[in-house]
């Protein structure tokens, strides 16, 4: 099918959403706001994903970042973000480069969306590439977790974080002009901060939205050597033996190299971002455009040694100069609902599109252009609440170009079309409540020329069950579910040297759908003053598609190639949450996370690569109205259950305290927030990470920020 075809498939399904302009959240009547709430990390619950359930408990794992617990936690990049949720890891590949890892799955397997609607850039393609998202614009971010993710997207079988946003309104301010700004400053990497957004009512049913962020950093301070031990002594040793042969300047260029202290180099970013929404909001609904500009231009580390390949006339020659990319996408979004009554009370609507392009440097010389032009869109029918039964049904199509231009494009032009049709259905028996969900996907790639075409058509599926006794907190439920995910691109297709992340990557055209068993017991308590929840799971895959490093060289490259087998996922992920004490105005506050996960291959394939170890985090916190202090320890296991050629990490213990004053109350507008993150200064690096053994976490971080709604 072509673009013309789907941008037309697109259209019609706008229509029923245009003449009523209906609410997109839900059939409720849209309500005009007492002020309007902060655009930057609301503490109210809004809940856009799932807009069709009070409570969809498919989703046993879900967890939110959104108030001052996200303004404390903002990084550069989104997965950096999140880390403090369970079963939530990041990449970390760079400051500038971080997606979330969620229950040991990364990659096509966790999707990132903005309004349930899907990035559009090309940060699944590898782990170099920025997800364009801004958290510093962002009101609130969901973790999804659990078999109901299929709703958006069969391939999302870790999971999905939706950044929710505000850049089309969604209510109408009381105020002539409402503001909301934050800013900061981390001393790690010397991180300036900003943003702001205005929205102005025009009429009673017409608001305007405008916002803009910018972010400033420099190489990320570390404590001690930059370099793993194992990595250190490795370059030392070659050193040794560049010397040994007389070649005195490629000795002296890797001893520095092991022995790079106090700052990771060519980490600093510079990243700005704008964009403009409008909406028109009724007591029926609403309907909203908006445009959206991101930029950003950041450093690639390298890995000491890469490059070095004396008398090897196969080998890449050295890079120029400092890898760095420069990135920039502008998107368009559509969200507009109708409610039509009867069976069916809304029709709901969301769709986006996106121009992406970035380009690889290598110095002053540019390496590889990527660009990726896409659309997504859905349509969502929500049943109104019959004796208990309610639902949804929907469809979703995404049509993807993707172009790499250079020596290193190391994946062959492409085109990506699919749709997808979805339902998930609940039924509320009392003490007992029932909830199933099916989705049919066909996807189809193409390659023109390297002569390659073929379509998936994969169905995903889902069955929960749940008790929960009346007039009690308590809830107990089991999820069972069936998945299947279409290979991606880069799985299929990939075959050359991909300088940014230094190896050589192969796939496999001849790679089939990956099909998995999945299963969840999870229980809940949920009082006023207790708050607990635990999950455990398990995945059973056929045909799972995985990258591993091989031992062999190509170009002077490590070679890392996509395999297929059977394999086997387990883990477990818990929080808690208590008042233990009130004293004066304040509440003291015991919080705890914990979370694990083991992967491995069939048949003593050995472990997967990049699995999270066992972490645990415990806080204590004084909560009051205008004031909040909390000191927490995070500890993380080491990981020596390890694949081939992948080294065992360390574990670490770091210890972080947060401050948030409130001058005016916490409906006052204001608030000033100070950490200081890993206060004892210690080396601590994500096994999650490709390049864990020369880019560790960031050392003594003292940070200040600011927030305010008027």
Same mark, same amino acid.
């Given at each position: 099918?072509?673009h013309?075809?789907?941008?037309i498939?697109a259209? &019609?399904?706008a229509l ?9 959240e839900? +059939? ?14 609301d503490?109210?619950?809004?809940i856009v994903?799932a ?5 969809l408990?498919?989703?046993?794992g879900t967890?939110?970042?959104? %108030?001052?617990?996200l303004? *404390?936690?903002?990084?550069?990049? &989104?997965g ?7 079963g939530v890891? /990041?990449?970390?590949? +760079?400051p500038?480069?971080?997606?979330p ?7 096509p ?6 309004d349930g609607i899907g990035?559009l ?6 782990v170099?590439?920025?997800?364009t998202i ?8 969901e ?8 709703l ?5 079988? $870790?999971g999905a ?8 309104p969604?209510?109408?301010?009381? !105020?002539?002009?409402?503001?909301d ?12 901060s900003?943003?702001?957004?205005i929205? #102005?009512?025009l009429?009673?049913?017409?608001v305007?939205?405008?916002?803009g962020?910018f ?5 990320v301070? #570390?404590p001690?050597?930059v ?22 300047e490629e000795?002296?260029e890797l001893?520095?190299a092991?022995?790079? +202290?106090?700052?990771?180099?060519n980490?600093?970013s ?8 409008i909406?028109?909001i009724?007591d029926g $609904?609403n309907?909203?455009?908006s445009v959206s ?13 890469a490059g ?5 006339p196969?080998?890449v020659?050295e890079?120029? $100069?400092?890898?760095t &990319?420069?990135l *920039? ?5 559509l969200?507009?609902g109708v409610n039509?009554?009867g069976f069916?009370e809304?029709l709901?609507?969301?769709a986006g599109y996106s121009d992406?392009e ?5 110095g ?16 969502e029918l929500v049943?109104a609440?019959?004796?208990?039964w309610?639902?949804?049904i929907?469809?979703?199509i995404?049509?993807?170009?993707f172009n790499a231009i250079?020596a290193?494009?190391?994946?062959p032009?492409?085109?990506i079309e699919?749709?997808?049709?979805f339902?998930?259905? *609940? ?5 007992i409540?029932?909830?199933?969900a ?5 996807t ?17 599926g889902a069955?929960?069950?749940?008790y929960?006794p009346?007039?009690t907190?308590?809830?107990i439920?089991?999820?069972? /579910?069936r998945?299947e ?9 990939s075959?050359?040297?991909h &300088? ?10 001849d790679?089939? +759908?990956?099909?998995s ?14 708050q607990?929840s635990a999950?455990?799971y ?9 990258e591993?490093?091989?031992g ?5 490259l490590? @070679? ?5 087998r ?11 949450s208590?008042?233990?004490a009130r004293?004066g ?10 979370d694990? @996960?083991?992967a491995?291959i ?7 690569p990049?699995?999270?170890p066992?972490r645990l985090l %415990? =806080?204590?916190?004084?909560h009051? !109205?205008?004031?909040d202090?909390?000191?927490?320890? *995070?500890?993380s296991g080491?990981q020596?259950k390890v694949?081939a050629?992948e080294?065992p990490?360390?574990?670490f213990?770091m @210890?972080n ?8 109350g916490k409906?006052? =507008?204001i608030?000033?927030?100070a950490?200081?993150n890993?206060i004892?200064?210690?080396n ?16 003594r971080d003292?940070?200040?920020s600011a927030?305010f709604?008027?």
């Amino acid at each position: 099918m072509s673009h013309r075809k789907f941008l037309i498939s697109a259209a &019609i399904l706008a229509l029923p959403a245009t003449p009523a302009l209906a609410q997109t959240e839900n +059939s409720a009547p849209a309500q005009r706001s007492a002020g309007l709430s902060d655009d930057f990390h609301d503490d109210d619950m809004i809940i856009v994903t799932a807009p069709y359930v009070d409570q969809l408990d498919l989703l046993a794992g879900t967890s939110a970042l959104s %108030g001052d617990q996200l303004a *404390e936690d903002l990084r550069g990049q &989104i997965g950096d973000s999140l880390t403090g949720l369970p079963g939530v890891s /990041s990449t970390s590949f +760079s400051p500038g480069s971080s997606r979330p890892v969620l229950r040991g799955f990364q990659g096509p397997r966790v999707r990132v969306l903005t309004d349930g609607i899907g990035s559009l850039d090309a940060s699944n393609t590898s782990v170099d590439h920025a997800v364009t998202i801004d958290p510093l614009t962002a009101q609130r971010v969901e973790i999804l977790r659990g078999p109901a993710v299929l709703l958006f997207g069969g391939d999302a079988i $870790g999971g999905a974080v939706n950044v929710i946003d505000k850049r089309i309104p969604r209510d109408i301010p009381d !105020d002539a002009v409402h503001l909301d700004a934050i800013g900061g400053y981390g001393s790690a990497a010397n991180d300036w901060s900003i943003a702001g957004s205005i929205d #102005v009512p025009l009429t009673p049913k017409l608001v305007i939205h405008a916002d803009g962020s910018f972010r400033d950093t420099s190489d990320v301070r #570390v404590p001690g050597y930059v370099l793993a031990p194992a990595l250190r002594a490795e370059v030392l040793a070659d050193a040794a033996e560049e010397l040994d042969e007389g070649h005195l300047e490629e000795a002296a260029e890797l001893t520095d190299a092991a022995n790079q +202290s106090g700052r990771v180099p060519n980490t600093g970013s510079r990243t700005q971002t704008a964009g403009a929404g409008i909406a028109y909001i009724d007591d029926g $609904g609403n309907l909203g455009f908006s445009v959206s500009y991101y930029d950003t231009d950041y450093g690639v580390p390298a890995r000491p040694g890469a490059g070095h390949a004396h008398g090897d006339p196969g080998a890449v020659e050295e890079e120029e $100069g400092p890898v760095t &990319i420069g990135l *920039e996408q502008i998107r368009a979004d559509l969200r507009g609902g109708v409610n039509i009554g009867g069976f069916f009370e809304a029709l709901n609507f969301r769709a986006g599109y996106s121009d992406y392009e970035h380009t690889e440097f290598e110095g002053d010389e540019i390496g590889t252009v990527f660009s990726v032009s896409g659309i997504e869109a859905r349509a969502e029918l929500v049943q109104a609440d019959h004796d208990g039964w309610r639902g949804v049904i929907g469809t979703q199509i995404l049509a993807r170009d993707f172009n790499a231009i250079g020596a290193e494009a190391f994946v062959p032009k492409n085109s990506i079309e699919s749709w997808a049709f979805f339902t998930v259905q *609940e039924v509320d028996l009392g003490d007992i409540e029932l909830e199933g969900a099916l989705r049919f996907d066909q996807t189809t790639l193409s390659a023109n020329s390297i002569n390659f075409d073929s379509t998936f058509n994969t169905v995903s599926g889902a069955f929960g069950l749940a008790y929960a006794p009346d007039d009690t907190p308590f809830k107990i439920g089991a999820n069972i /579910s069936r998945s299947e995910r279409a290979p991606s691109a880069e799985e299929l297709l990939s075959n050359g040297p991909h &300088i940014a992340t230094q190896a050589f990557e192969i796939g496999d055209p001849d790679f089939t +759908s990956e099909k998995s068993w999945g299963g969840e017991l999870y229980a809940r308590w949920d009082s006023d003053d207790v708050q607990l929840s635990a999950t455990a799971y398990t995945n059973f895959f056929n045909d799972y598609i995985f990258e591993a490093e091989t031992g062999a060289e190509e170009d002077g490259l490590p @070679v890392f190639q996509y395999f297929q087998r059977d394999a086997t996922y387990y883990g477990f992920e818990a929080s808690a949450s208590a008042v233990v004490a009130r004293f004066g105005s304040f509440d003291l506050i015991a919080d705890g996370v914990a979370d694990y @996960v083991r992967a491995q291959i069939d048949n003593g394939g050995g472990a997967v690569p990049r699995i999270p170890p066992l972490r645990l985090l %415990g =806080g204590l916190k004084a909560h009051s !109205d205008n004031l909040d202090l909390r000191a927490e320890v *995070e500890w993380s296991g080491s990981q020596k259950k390890v694949a081939a050629f992948e080294t065992p990490t360390e574990g670490f213990t770091m @210890v972080n305290a947060t401050a948030a004053w409130r001058p005016f109350g916490k409906d006052g =507008g204001i608030t000033l927030l100070a950490s200081a993150n890993n206060i004892f200064d210690v080396n601590a690096r994500r096994h999650a990470s490709f390049t864990k053994d020369y880019v560790p976490l960031s050392g003594r971080d003292i940070r200040i920020s600011a927030k305010f709604s008027f």
